[in-house]
């Protein structure tokens, strides 16, 4: 390297900026005075003030207490029921369902309970499991996308990640995988037992409990246009678990095979091990009663879901809805507790910055 | 590894002239040069396995081949290769570029022609052909293309002269004489052709004025030296041509075996960062085994239990080898906590720091034309780091010009200018000058603004006369007269020149000598003194005097020399005039300029008959010659008659004492290495203030042998201030430190460094050395700076710069951690060395307190942003572990972990560190202080990446634990469930996108237009991005890739998906906010104060800055201007250097009685002055 600035040398003995006579023509190596390139950019320069970061505090501290207790408030407007039906006491009516359970014989049961208050608006019945691990990267895996899109190969060639649950007997399983395999199948019925003892069955729809876009987007039927399921899952077998095959999940057109909406409400998977998904909607009435009112209710139980293997828990929730959604007690407490604090930091920040806080600081610069 | 193979077992070389086949047997390196490392064809394999030797490659690339494996991929190959395609890419491209320049280079000095006598014939040849044994001619102003044995040249007596600046930095010209035998051989290419004598020599080494060896011709034996050697890097001056025989070739030549190895530079920020991400990397392991059992024991627990709805895929036989699988696919999905786009994004902070290092205009030089230049892209960080200056003298911190300043002579001074009122005026550029037109023969770049010092030559006051005719006689000064008029004087220091130059413009023009006469032109008038005797000069007498008889026939003595000594041999009745002078030398040395006393002396014929007669004796005694000789010069230069006075300003580059005072003020340490001798090097430490009158003590350590080094490191009082010092540093607080370390200096010089350097001393040298505020080292030699710096990286492990301008100060650049080279003068050895250039020792302070400082504190900022936000962004994961499984389930969405940290989060984080700046720079200069935590380490340190790292765990735990609670039983508002995972995942992404943008705009500081769009762009991008990829047509496309549609639109228009978002942010970001602002306002740092001082100064507007002026307060004698060397006398007047008087150039005829001696009959009066131990 040493040797090579013999020649550097000689190129710097005439370099342009020596002959200066020719004004601009010459070129010289002077770095251009831009902003840019001199650092000299305009910029705003914030620093963390008492007169910008108590202030913040104060407000943070203002805006949630109100939020959290609004939160709050609504939450617990809200009304909700919870039955468990799982079984797993002697004194349950599902105790020998989830005992003797096999897939041939369907077993019923049926649960009484009460409401205390009558539940206003629309009511929402959803089906909660817990400890049912919907987030295990296996199983969150084992699906077909463009399967339950429709996809015509893929039908007859589902995904490797489907497996085991890929094929069946050499022919492809329709819907492939875990989660379509394990998908939840219990029926359940509600009625009203009116308080002279008689059982009147409560109207539940099945339509609109999942998303638009999965319902009309995300999942579709093979075979474009052909209506006849049966002939477009000809060639495929049902998942092993089931008790009949995709195409048999309705009767209605629009919520059988890959669209059925409990099929794609199952398809969400849940993020965590305990979760509830919607199941039906209780819609309410015109008239002015209200759409549970007050009284007693019997619980249908088509009991097919086997949960005691993994200590699992099944559950149906009634529930109505308000502008921030569910019953949620979390959100208004944590708001109205951080709000606090920041509330609470904000005031010991002031009197920290009052008692010992430098305000003058800059004067004792040592330079 | 050849060379080094073969010089390894080489213990004596053997070269025989003009004949290759016999030289090839020893395969000797020949002339080329490569230091390139690759060719086309290589490139691509080397740099791709140089680059996977790198740690962080080699781990993505695992990682990658991990990934294909499909029982433990839990992320998609793309997440991956992506980043790692970007990093290898861009330092292959740098790579290729840097590459491509050292080819160009290597090409344009292996290229060089050179003549080569080959077969009988000179031949032209590229260099790189020359090979050992050649002979080859030089001609004038050429660089000697090998190590070469001076054969013979066109000068008398086998002389010739040359350059060496580009080895030892030292301008002056060195005098290099060829054997006798050899000599003889002229330029006939046929006795040449035919020479061939045979070399035995050392092997090659470093050692630049050693050479030992011998030629054995016509069965004879001729003993050779360094004084017989052109070294390669050399440059002929004055010599129309030579004959040399090559010794040492391409890189066995001293000149490339005093290069050292070029190491590859790394800053301690590097060092530090490969460390931690190790650190990492074990912590990443402890998070999959901690993972991976967890995984063990849920598949057992109960895993097993839900077989029913989850069976094991055939290869996973038990839980514990699922658990095995879980550990790998933990740590892809964990890889980010080792951050890829780190180094990347390193990389293009340093290139753009290097590049305002190179835009900036005030580093500019617009004399030279030359603008700073960052040469290396990977130290940025560490200038703002430095704790030691080392720097070269001549060059860097002066100018190496001489100027004749201001002069006393018989009591008055000359010099100064004054107004009508009789103040004293500030001399500068548009003073006026003296007009010298009366005077054909002056040197029109000489300067002089006083113009009372004309009127006194044109009164013809006699001692004014007196005092320039002295200037004019008594030096060692070779003139030369190209065409009539054109005088160039080739002086031994420039101190002489500028001398005889001032001599000159006044009227006393030296026009010519020969070994006896010295011819004058004295105002017009043509007068030739004889020349009887030149007392030489030497370190021990301080002066030098010449006696010569003047046309009148009258004998005079005429003397030169330091104040201290010249005064002791004065005439009794010049006390009046001593004490007048000795006040005007103070006023001198105050200046900082380098002063001589004047004495002349009439001499009486009988006296001096006498006189002459016991030198001849002496010269020729035996034993004890030169004390005799130096008795004898005592005794004639007694008695004699001051005349005056000269202040030399050895002109230092501009701003060298304010940039010095302000280096020191942030706490940088510079020491001074130089090859200059003691004398000149203390005198520039007093201009430059780094030596002090008011220090207490100035220690000078010039012993000879270990124990005499040993012993003055050790002097009673030295150590046992020491001793006192230390205790009392040790007890103290670090903020006294400097007030006690100021009070002492140290002086060493080369002789005594060799032993303070060997193993026993060194530790007490490094102790005492740094407990001094200056350190100067003098008389060292390249390879000794290099040791110096080398001694202060082991034992202080502190930052270290070196700053020259010369091929000397090669190896200390490179030794030092970062290499600073003065471009723009003479040479480029230094530069090409060097990782920062720039034309002026004063943007230093700049490129240090203002680029140095940016670039740290950027760095800094940076790196601890990047950790936290890859904490934060990747842990969620491993709290999602307990709650999945332990199964490697992904919280977000592959392409947001592939995108997040090359598209959503990169360009806000490059913004910061390439434009931020805590305190403007201004400021930065003002307040030189603001550059200690640079030099503590304190912005980024294991500390700091513990607390940053802490910050992204908590942030990571409580972005995922919020959504958590708030979403275990949450509902949409239209009944349908919204804890699902998808939702989950944008909730996540989404907060913590917010969360690090809301982050990195509190850690900047200066937010300029750029990033304002960066921090709202990436935002918006985000969003774009997050849209786009949840949209129906993306997933119509590629509904395998894409199986997030519609979460976005069915997430983010909920009102608690945002309520959750804007509680997770607060949450996240107000305790930072809160701890921050408690820093601030209870213990503010300096740069806090300086910030606040700042903002309020914006606020009130521009206001008067008083800049601390550095005042001179040296009051110190600096009365040793010599800076040549002995033994020139002699040469002159044995006639050797004269040359042959052509016919038109010389007016006077020059004939010489000592022309007919023989070179070795040089046995003049003067040979004995010869070679006194320096």
Redesign the interface.
Known sequence: ?????????EE?GH????AGLGGAAIR??????TAF???R??????????GT?LP??FI?GLI?IP?GIG?YVTSNNIKEFELDYTGTDMSSPCFNCSQSWNSTNTCKCELFFSLDQPFES?V?M?YGLS??????????K?R???QL?G?ERSLKEP??EC??YRTNENKPIAPCG?IA??MFNDTLDLFYIDPNGKKRPISLTKK???????KH??FRNPGGSNSNLTTVFKDTAKPVNWHKPVYELDVDIENNGFINEDFI?WM???????????YR?IQKNNDMTPTLPRGNYSLAVTYNY?VR???GRKRMIL?T????????P??GI??IT?GSI?FF?GVV?LF??HK???RN??S???? | TKLNFSSALEEERHVRANDRDYNERFSYADNRIKTAKYNVFTFLPINLFEQFQRFANAYFLVLLILQLIPEISSLSWFTTIVPLVLVLAITAVKDATDDYFRHKSDQQVNTRQSQVLIKGKLQNEKWMNVRVGDIIKLENNQFVAADLLLLSSSEPYGLCYIETAELDGETNLKVRQALTVTSDLGDDVAKLADFSGEVICEPPNNKLDKFTGTLCWKDNKYSLDNEKMLLRGCVLRNTEWCFGLVIFAGLQTKLMQNCGRTKFKRTSIDKLMNTLVLWIFGFLICMGIILAIGNTIWEQKVGSDFWEYLQWKELTINAVFSGFLTFWSYIIILNTVVPISLYVSVEVLRLGHSYFINWDRRMYYSRKDTPAEARTTTLNEELGQVEFIFSDKTGTLTQNIMVFNKCSINGKTYGDVYDEFGHKVDITEKTPCVDFSFNPLMDRKFRFHDSSLVEAIKLEEPLVQEFFRLLALCHTIMPEERNEGELVYQAQSPDEGALVTAARNFGFVFRSRTPETITLYEMGQAVTYQLLAILDFNNVRKRMSVIVRNPKGQLKLYSKGADTILFDRLDPSNEELMFTTSEHLNEFAGEGLRTLALAYKDLDEDVFDEWMKKLLFASTALDNREEKLGALYEEIEQGMLLLGATAIEDKLQEGVPETIACLTLANIKIWVLTGDKLETAMNIGYSCNMLRDDMNTVFIISGHTMLEVQQELSKDKFSSGLDMEKTELYSSDSVFEETIIAEYALIINGHSLAHALEADLEQILVDVACLCKTVICCRVTPLQKALVVELIKRHKRAVTLAIGDGANDVSMIKTAHIGVGISGQEGMQAVLASDYSFAQFRYLQRLLLVHGRWSYHRMCNFLCYFFYKNFAFTLVHFWYGFLCGFSAQTVYDQWFITLFNIVYTSLPVLAMGLFDQDVNEQYSLRFPNLYRPGQLNQLFNKRKFFTCTLQGVCTSFILFFIPYGAFMTAVRDDGAHISDQQTFAVTIATSLVIVVSVQIGLDTNYWTAVNHFFIWGSLAVYFAILFAMHSDGIFTIFPNQFPFIGTARNSLNQKIVWLVILLTTVVCIMPMVAVRFIKADLYPTQTDKVRLLQQATRKQGPQEQNLRRVRRTSSRRSAYAFAHQQGYGELITSGKNMKVPTSSTSTYPLSSPTRGLTGTSSASICKCFRHQKH
């Not at chain 1, 010289?28 to 005075?33: A, I, L, R, V, W």
């Open positions: 390297i040493m040797a090579s600035s013999y020649g550097a040398k710097d370099h342009p900026g020596s010289t190596k002077k770095p251009d005075n390139k001199q650092q950019l305009p910029a705003w320069q914030p620093i963390l003030t008492a970061v913040a505090f943070i949630f939020i939160l629309n929402f959803y400890n049912f691990y919907q987030n295990h990267r296996r199983y969150v084992s077909d996308d463009s899109n996809d995904s490797k497996e085991p875990a395999n394990s609109g409990i999942a998303w638009w876009t999965d987007v995300k409400v969400r998977t849940a993020a965590l091990p305990t979760f509830r998904k919607l909607i086997p293997s993994f200590e529930s809805i308000s502008w921030m959604g569910g019953k949620n979390f959100l944590a708001y951080v920041c930091l920040l920290i910055h010992y806080g430098n600081n800059s004792d610069i040592a330079s």
